[in-house]
């Protein structure tokens, strides 16, 4: 089983070596060869408007779209999670990869709150959850499941093989919602 961690912008070094911690193979996704050799995606927290744009440059959007609808387990975080949404409210020109049955707003917490660190319940447990000029999922379809809420409004939801967060996990030492991620679906017979 190896992981990709789309390695185009943003925090994708953190999230690659807290998979490393946790004995995962990872493999850096820069371009479709890449991706071909990996058996799930993880798209890190940066800025939208640039990894929407190279995505389309590098020719992986077709190829990451294809892959989630063959059954590949996908998981965005904050900008990741952007990407992932069929409908970006104020999108600033980010069109992203239209997956996911929600919408999103784009730094949504507002100046003031730009990043904030707190806990949220998650499957039971206390999970620290880091928000870096975060988004918020505004509506979700009714495929969607809500994992997890902050001040009651979603922030991780999953839609079939798909796994969207406003937060930021590589940040944190927690790794339930890794755990939860690696077990999903589609990618489970390879754990
Ligand atoms: N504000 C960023 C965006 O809109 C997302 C922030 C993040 O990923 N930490 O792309």
Same mark, same amino acid.
């Given at each position: 089983?190896?992981?990709?961690?789309?390695?185009? /912008? &943003?925090?994708?070094?953190?999230? $690659?070596?807290?998979?490393?911690?946790?004995?995962?193979?990872?493999?850096?996704?820069?371009?479709?060869?890449?991706? $071909?050799?990996?058996?799930?995606?993880?798209?890190?927290?940066?800025?939208?408007?640039?990894?929407?744009?190279?995505?389309?440059?590098? &020719?992986?959007?077709?190829?990451?779209?294809?892959?989630?609808?063959?059954?590949?387990?996908?998981?965005?975080?904050?900008? &990741?999670?952007?990407?992932?949404?069929?409908?970006?409210?104020?999108?600033? &020109?980010?069109?992203?990869?239209?997956?996911?049955?929600?919408?999103?707003?784009?730094?949504?917490?507002?100046? /003031?709150?730009?990043?904030?660190?707190?806990?949220?319940?998650?499957? *039971?447990?206390?999970?620290?959850?880091?928000?870096?000029?975060?988004? $918020?999922?505004? /509506?979700?379809?009714?495929?969607?499941?809500?994992?997890?809420?902050?001040?009651?409004?979603?922030?991780?939801?999953? /839609?079939?093989?798909?796994?969207?967060?406003?937060?930021?996990?590589?940040?944190?030492? *927690?790794?339930?919602?890794?755990?939860?991620?690696?077990?999903?679906?589609? *990618?489970? $017979?390879?754990?």
């Amino acid at each position: 089983m190896i992981v990709g961690v789309l390695a185009i /912008q &943003g925090s994708f070094e953190e999230h $690659k070596s807290a998979l490393v911690k946790m004995n995962i193979d990872v493999c850096e996704v820069r371009a479709k060869k890449d991706l $071909k050799k990996c058996d799930a995606l993880i798209m890190p927290g940066g800025e939208s408007t640039t990894i929407d744009k190279l995505l389309k440059i590098y &020719g992986l959007d077709k190829e990451i779209i294809s892959r989630v609808k063959g059954g590949m387990p996908i998981y965005g975080t904050c900008a &990741g999670a952007i990407l992932l949404a069929k409908k970006i409210e104020d999108n600033h &020109g980010v069109e992203g990869l239209k997956l996911m049955d929600i919408s999103i707003s784009r730094n949504a917490y507002g100046r /003031q709150l730009d990043s904030f660190e707190t806990e949220i319940d998650f499957e *039971g447990q206390r999970a620290e959850a880091v928000f870096i000029r975060a988004p $918020k999922i505004l /509506q979700t379809g009714a495929g969607v499941e809500i994992l997890a809420k902050y001040n009651n409004e979603p922030v991780l939801v999953k /839609q079939n093989n798909m796994l969207a967060g406003t937060f930021h996990p590589e940040l944190t030492n *927690g790794k339930a919602i890794y755990e939860y991620f690696l077990a999903m679906n589609g *990618g489970a $017979k390879h754990f």
